[in-house]
């Protein structure tokens, strides 16, 4: 059993998960999943419960500005990206879940960078195309939202199938993530990848000896995880290092496990087959890092190359994909996408054993990994063709959903984005390929010490809420989700993806101690819902299993691809006081 499938096993063909999708298995390409609630609240028109919605005029105001004072950086960067009108939605979150293929569970709306996948590079974001007016190659994403007509599972449902579903524990893989590993090192390299095998192992352990969400459990698990994986990376990096090889960058962020709880799924839910859609393809490619031996060090560097170059071509073939929607026939796939990306990658494979040849043993079969395929996120589950692991099952049909998380996508009217500046000085310009989250998915399992009230109206943006809202005629409903405003100065990542950065003082402003006040994100999404679907209670975020839609759970994420000039200019309009765009 290779490295690559066993750290995938938590997310891979456990029964749980082969009931779930046996009918999807059993299908042709022609037929998919649609996933229907079996608990609810007793009647097929049943909605989300209207204990998650409030009307806007019971919440208090509660926003309180901070007052600026005389070195305050006042202005304003507004950047256009539009409201995904492309389309490019996934269940990929990339920051919080690096490596992990379909990690959220959930749909995000993607604007911005458009070749990001759980999987990208610094460097293929760098080189990608972008929604935004502006050229600013920064990806910013969140859930969707959904109106949906169909049962959803009702809280009480929910509270008992997560009392008797144990959690499973997910790792971030890590082998193909590494450069060019040096012959020297190799061995060494091996030995602490086995060990996140072991780490995980335990860890998963002893959180399945728990039922239900125990947040204690888990965060005391995934904190004693976390920390020994972060050690471990840190080794893994200093052994290819002192080899010759080239340092790694970016290992911290696979450092944060999960608890999945998405064996709810069965308990709730049943699958019924419908007619299959096209949505959202993505490219499938096998591993390369992971499949190469030790490599001499005279090769080092054009390996290194090749491996980058191979990360390009996909993230290449992926925006065509996106680019291209509604053009994305069998034939059209083929000609443009996956024959010319096969002739490059067998071109590319051969350069890589080239080069380890020159210098010692020639690696044979590369040319085995060539091929790829583009899963059309269509009902079969996203196997990587090199492993025969199961990961969770694909968005299905035209509504891309995925269990509990149904019914039709709402686009946005709007999307603000907005750079601010701080309260009490000047801002610097945040470091290029900053990671930054805001709210936390999962309060349930985890807790809520993230979690934050983002839901309002418009025309009422003194106060926030934590539930649904419902609007008076005329206004729209919005989620502001502010990111946080200070940074370490150091870092453009952690080990928990929030360690680098903080929020401003709510009362102050002020940066805490360490900390320098950066560019600070702002996102206002504003959508246009029917007032008699919000008074019964159907619209809802895509969330988690565990979480039910949980208004509680909204959250935004966001990785800083702009410019360094970009960046400065950002930063002096901040401080010059000006509303820039």
């Known amino acids: 059993m290779s490295r690559r499938y066993r750290n995938r096993r938590s997310r891979g063909a456990t029964p749980t998960r082969l009931a779930l999708v046996a009918v999807v298995l059993a299908a042709t390409g022609a037929l998919t999943a649609t996933f229907v609630s079996s608990g609810g609240k007793g009647t097929t028109d049943a909605a989300t419960s209207l204990s998650d919605y409030v009307a806007i005029e019971r919440i208090r105001p509660n926003v309180v500005a901070p007052r600026t004072g005389p070195m305050a950086s006042t202005g304003r960067f507004t950047v256009d990206c539009g409201t995904n009108r492309i389309g490019k939605f996934s269940p990929d979150n990339p920051v919080a879940q690096p490596g992990v293929r379909n990690g959220a569970e959930h749909v995000h709306d993607f604007v911005g960078n458009l070749a990001i996948t759980a999987d990208s590079s610094d460097a293929v974001l760098a080189a990608s195309g972008t929604t935004c007016v502006n050229g600013d190659r920064s990806s910013y994403f969140w859930p969707v939202v959904r109106i949906d007509r169909s049962v959803r599972a009702g809280a009480r449902d929910v509270r008992r199938a997560l009392a008797a579903t144990p959690g499973a524990v997910v790792c971030p893989t890590v082998g193909d993530r590494l450069p060019a590993v040096p012959v020297s090192a190799r061995a060494a390299v091996?030995?602490?990848?086995a060990e996140f095998d072991r780490l995980e192992a335990a860890a998963d352990r002893r959180v399945r000896g728990t039922r239900g969400a125990d947040i204690r459990v888990n965060n005391d698990v995934l904190n004693w995880l976390r920390v020994r994986r972060a050690a471990t990376l840190t080794a893994i990096g200093d052994t290819i290092r002192a080899a010759g090889g080239r340092a790694p960058t970016g290992l911290v962020a696979l450092a944060d496990c999960d608890v999945s709880y998405d064996g709810i799924h069965t308990r709730l839910h049943t699958a019924h087959t419908t007619a299959a859609s096209a949505a959202t393809p993505q490219v499938t490619c096998p591993s390369v890092r992971d499949r190469?031996?030790?490599?001499?060090?005279?090769?080092?560097?054009?390996?290194?190359?090749?491996?980058?170059?191979l990360d390009r071509q996909i993230a290449e073939a992926n925006q065509r994909l996106v680019t291209s929607r509604g053009a994305g026939d069998a034939g059209f796939v083929e000609n443009a996408v996956l024959g010319p990306l096969r002739a490059k990658r067998t071109a590319l494979l051969k350069r890589i054993a080239d080069a380890v040849g020159r210098s010692g043993a020639r690696t044979e079969g590369l040319d085995a990994l060539a091929p790829c395929t583009v899963d059309r996120r269509s009902g079969q589950p996203a196997t990587p063709p090199t492993t025969g692991a199961s990961p969770l099952p694909e968005p299905q049909g035209p509504?891309?959903?995925?269990?509990?998380?149904?019914?039709r996508i709402l686009r946005p009217e709007a999307v603000v984005i907005e750079y601010r500046g701080n309260a009490v000085g000047k801002v610097v310009p945040m470091p290029r390929f900053l990671r930054e989250l805001t709210g936390d998915a999962k309060p349930t399992s985890r807790g809520p010490a993230n979690a934050r009230a983002t839901w309002t109206c418009s025309g009422f943006g003194d106060r926030l809420s934590d539930k649904y809202p419902i609007c008076p005629a005329g206004s729209r409903v919005q989620r502001v989700q502010d990111f946080p405003g200070c940074w370490d100065g150091r870092n453009t990542d952690s080990a928990n993806h929030r360690d680098h950065v903080a929020f401003a003082d709510r009362s102050t402003g002020a940066c805490p101690q360490g900390f320098t006040a950066i560019p600070q994100v702002r996102i206002t999404i504003s959508y246009d819902i029917p007032r008699g679907v919000q008074r019964s209670g159907r619209y809802a975020l895509d969330s988690f299993p565990e979480e039910n839609h949980n208004p509680f759970s909204d959250h935004n994420d966001f990785v800083n691809v702009n410019s360094t000039r970009t960046m400065e200019r950002i930063a002096a309009c901040l401080n010059g006081g000006r509303n820039c765009r």
């Not at 091996?190 to 990848?193: I, K």
């Not at 509504?399 to 019914?407: D, M, R």
């Open 399 to 407: 509504n891309l959903e995925l269990p509990n998380n149904t019914g």
């Open 292 to 309: 190469l031996p030790g490599v001499p060090r005279p090769a080092l560097a054009e390996v290194d190359r090749g491996l980058a170059d």
């Open 190 to 193: 091996d030995r602490r990848l």
